[in-house]
Nanobody, 125 residues
């Protein structure tokens, strides 16, 4: 079993930067793929970024940076130049490492078995 706990959300102003953290416990961090998704009010869940168990990273381009801190078992997401459209619940998810899959697989929320509770990010103008 894997436990995921997100932190770092809150109310921020447009143009600010924000760092979200996802602490992973329960299994060896390096053997799991961990990702960030977000869901805005009234919209479907959207992929934000992932670091595969192999270390390969993928994320939305431009303002999003994802990084893994193996020493702290944490996956960090930094969002720069926040926009009101970034408002939503940000959740991290994990799945046991699977070889031979491409970006489309890891961008699909249905392929993740473990989820955190989420952290709310609200961007004001």
């Amino acid at each position: 079993q894997v436990q995921l706990v997100e932190s770092g959300g809150g109310l921020v102003q447009a143009g600010d930067s924000l760092r979200l953290s996802c602490e992973v416990s329960g299994r060896a961090f390096s053997t799991y793929t961990v990702a960030w998704f977000r869901q805005a009010p009234g919209k479907e869940r959207e992929f934000v970024g992932v670091i595969r168990w192999s270390g390969v990273a993928d994320s939305l381009k431009g303002r999003f940076t994802i990084a893994r801190d193996a020493a702290k078992n944490t996956l960090n997401l930094r969002i720069d130049s926040l926009e009101p459209e970034d408002t939503g619940v940000y959740s991290c998810a994990a799945q046991k490492g699977v070889a031979g899959k491409g970006n489309a697989y890891y961008r699909d929320a249905r392929n993740y078995a473990f989820w955190g509770q989420g952290t709310q990010v609200t961007v004001s103008t």
